[in-house]
């Protein structure tokens, strides 16, 4: 079998078993970024790993210089792909009989909510029962649009590594930490309800690139309505939206004249739902700057192999 074939029946595997977690995007680097935040750290370097090293065997006429090595690892990517599909269909499955003993709850929660959901309480605007407004923030135009994101006061397009530090730490934000020289991770605690997670990329340069908020859910397939919601009321209805919010992914975007893009997803099965707030001036540039360090990396693990030998 030649390099090429190896290379891509490997990506093909790899990418058949990640859409099974709801993967989206086109070929193995998109679909794997898709679904980072349910895989282990580990097995997201080795899929990049893998997907970098098939592109330039089909790209660039490279070969593979240990296939053995690079077999060992995609069926080692793949056990641990099924190990957490496996584990995301377990924790939706509940044995026969308890869902018999338990069927009488349901409709018992659905007349709860339904007459707590008409209490005036819940007849206000979304972005006042989340306390959104200074989380995530924007400039109001006179023809009442929002202009450019805000993230907690500071201003997105304009924004450094330094700056927004300071400003999310000031807000009370938890920073974690990371080895990581893109991006910097916080814990929220009630900054935003429902949101545990937000996570900042940045480019070489230190200019922001793209905020990720993260939304845990278990079995909660309304949670990525909420979202969408949080987001249109203040930009509006969602320029495209697909899927089904009760089953299956869905995605909802808002694409801004000030070249910022809104992104609302959530895979499949799992519920949790990501808010994406993206700069197009120098996302590309971070993405850029990503694959060729990742390039550099494979290139040094290459000659430290031929080395070896």
């Known amino acids: ?138 400039q109001t135009k006179p023809n009442g649009i929002a202009g450019s994101p805000h993230l907690f006061g500071a201003v997105l397009a304009t924004a450094t590594r330094a700056t927004l530090t300071a400003t999310l730490l000031r807000a009370g934000l938890q920073q974690v930490t990371t080895a990581s020289p893109w991006y910097q991770t916080y814990r929220l605690t009630n900054q935003l309800p429902g949101a545990t997670r937000l996570r900042v990329w940045y480019t070489q340069s230190g200019r922001f690139a793209m905020a990720q908020y993260q939304f845990p859910a278990f079995m909660d397939t309304q949670k990525v309505e909420q979202v969408i919601h949080l987001v249109a009321d203040k930009y509006g209805k969602p320029d495209h939206e697909s899927g089904d919010w009760n089953l299956g992914p869905v995605h909802a975007w808002w694409k801004r004249p000030d070249h910022f893009e809104l992104r609302v997803f959530r895979g499949w099965p799992s519920t949790t739902t990501f808010l994406q707030i993206i700069d197009w001036t120098t996302y590309p540039q971070l993405q850029r700057e990503q694959r060729a360090s990742l390039q550099a990396h494979t290139q040094d693990r290459e000659q430290q192999h031929a080395a070896a030998l």
């Open 1 to 138: 079998m030649s390099a090429i074939e190896i290379a891509v029946q490997a990506s093909q595997s790899l990418e058949k078993a990640l859409a099974a977690l709801g993967a989206t995007g086109k070929g193995l680097h998109e679909k794997t970024e898709s679904v980072s935040a349910y895989l282990p750290q580990d097995l997201v370097k080795r899929l990049h790993w893998i997907a970098t090293i098939r592109n330039k065997v089909v790209h660039e006429g490279a070969g593979i210089h240990n296939p053995a090595e690079f077999q060992q690892a995609v069926q080692q990517s793949l056990q641990q792909i099924q190990v957490a599909a496996a584990r995301a269909r377990n924790s939706r499955s509940m044995p026969r009989r308890a869902r018999r003993r338990f069927s009488w709850i349901y409709p018992l929660l659905l007349v709860l909510i339904g007459a707590a959901l008409t209490h005036p309480y819940w007849r206000q605007p979304l972005y006042r029962l989340t306390h959104g407004s200074s989380v995530f923030a924007a």
